[in-house]
């Protein structure tokens, strides 16, 4: 039978080069399927909330995204014999940016696994703790009050197309301060348009980590040029004496 330089017969060559093609073509395949694939991005914090605004950049572009601290209502400051009604709450920089909304006014404090997406409620104010001084008000209101592991779910724009995704904390108030929050970090969807649970963070706990999905066949097939590079070995290889 002819051979050719690698000493393979020529039936051997027109299979390994039909392989190599199929590989290739199952490795394009696979390039662009990633590049579809959505993914969901989780920055970690520790951050805990006392005084001071903090200001969240939701997917780490360098542009705030949205602000949370206190803000206050009423004849606050010197007027003394006034009302001064104080929220605790998150607030979206720009109008799209937006929180979803719970009873009232106040913004849901969503449980892990809800979901945020399409069809879900939201606004750009709202608040998560509202202390009212005022009698028609008069005390503490609000989704909020002394809770732990709840997330606020999120929507804002990335090159004009919606994105959902979630802010979360580790408890909201403690003690006689309904106004401490401490958070665990907050995650967005890549995919515009695309649901997100309430706490997903992808398969890693990294400070920016992003999901990875699990083999697929085109993976699992694009590992055949491993079995080439064998094949072509033993086909080199001196026989055995």
């Not at 929507?155 to 408890?171: A, C, T």
């Not at 706990?205 to 697929?216: G, R, W």
């Amino acid at each position: 039978m002819r051979q050719n330089r690698k000493g393979m017969s020529l039936l051997d060559e027109v299979l390994e080069r039909r392989m190599l093609l199929y590989v290739l073509a199952a490795g394009t395949a696979l390039a662009g399927a990633s590049i579809a694939q959505a993914k969901v991005v989780f920055t970690r914090t520790n951050i805990v909330y006392r005084s001071s605004t903090i200001q969240i950049d939701l997917n780490n572009d360098g542009n705030i995204d949205f602000d949370f601290g206190v803000s206050e209502s009423g004849w606050c400051g010197s007027m003394s014999n006034g009302y001064c009604n104080h929220f605790l709450d998150a607030l979206g920089l720009q109008p799209s940016n937006q929180i979803e909304k719970g009873l009232n006014r106040g913004q849901a404090a969503l449980m892990a696994g809800a979901n945020i997406g399409p069809g879900d409620v939201f606004a750009n104010s709202g608040y998560m703790v509202l202390v009212c001084t005022a009698p028609s008000c008069a005390g503490t209101h609000g989704s909020w009050i002394n809770v732990a592991d709840r997330f606020l779910g999120v929507k804002f724009l990335i090159n004009g197309q919606v994105h959902y995704g979630w802010i979360g904390f580790r408890r909201v108030g403690e003690k006689l301060s309904p106004f401490t929050a401490r958070f665990s970090g907050w995650a967005y969807e890549t995919e515009p348009n695309k649901p997100i649970r309430a706490g997903d963070r992808g398969e890693s706990d990294d400070s920016a980590s992003v999901y990875s999905p699990e083999p697929t066949s085109l993976q699992l097939l694009a590992l055949g040029h491993t079995g080439i590079a064998d094949r072509q070995r033993r086909i080199a290889a001196p026989p055995q004496s």
